[in-house]
């Protein structure tokens, strides 16, 4: 089975369990609430994209603060999850290949999507993320790097999750190569932060937020 429709496939088994295990963990994030916020800052009025948006949670903080919002997921089954606890906007899509037009959105954010993908395939989404950015727009991106077994550039795979069969593959990624990675794609990082997990939350794996931007026009 292609990795992107495994993904799609091992998301939509767990799709009510994780929505469930994960609805409070931003309670628990001071540093991510305060980078949403100061992307929904800078967005303004303008509409912002959350990519790989999984069952909304994120979305939804955004939502409640003022921004426009709405989310792509891989998993319609996320997207269905999310719709049903939120009432927002979500849709299906490959954050490979956006059903979005260019040059529309004042900022987007992908939370933990990027770790599906391979280098190539990551590469395929960064340019995507240039083409649907307006000038000066900004792009908020966090993942792994790393935790006790896996050093940054090393991978992982699971086929069982919450008693579901699953096929997942998660990539921990060097923020270097990735900040380049955005620069080939258009993309200039203005902001990083690595962080270590917070304890009885979340995986304790060390994590890594860029902030990125589309330059400003002319």
């Known amino acids: 089975m292609p990795p992107s429709r495994s993904t799609r496939h091992s998301y939509d088994a767990v799709a009510d369990r994780y929505a469930t295990e994960i609805a409070g963990e931003l309670d628990a ?3 991510d609430r305060a980078l949403l916020n100061t992307l929904a800052e800078l967005a303004g009025d303008g ?14 903080y955004l939502a409640d603060g003022g921004t426009r919002v709405s989310g792509l997921d891989l998993s319609p089954g996320m997207c269905s999850v ?8 979500f849709a ?3 954050m490979t290949a956006l059903p979005v037009r260019s040059g529309s959105l004042a900022a987007l954010l992908c939370c933990y999507a990027l770790i599906h993908l391979t280098g190539p395939q990551r590469a395929a989404a960064y340019r995507e993320f240039a083409r649907v950015l307006r000038p000066g727009g900004h792009a908020l991106l966090a ?6 077994d896996t050093a940054p550039g090393g991978s992982r795979r699971i086929t069982d999750w919450w008693d579901h069969e699953v096929d997942l593959t998660f990539h921990f990624l060097d ?37 990125a931007q589309r330059p400003p026009a002319p």
């Open 82 to 89: 999310a719709r049903r606890s939120t009432g927002l906007p």
């Open 175 to 211: 923020p270097d190569a990735e900040t380049r990675a955005l620069a080939e794609a258009g993309l200039t990082v203005t902001a990083r932060l690595d962080r270590a997990p917070h304890p009885g939350t979340e995986h304790p794996s060390r994590r890594t937020y860029l902030l």
């Open 92 to 94: 299906a899509a490959d």
């Open 143 to 148: 993942f792994h790097t790393g935790d006790a």
């Open 29 to 31: 994030k001071p540093l």
């Open 47 to 60: 509409p912002v994209l959350d990519v790989g948006c999984g069952p909304g949670h994120v979305t939804a």
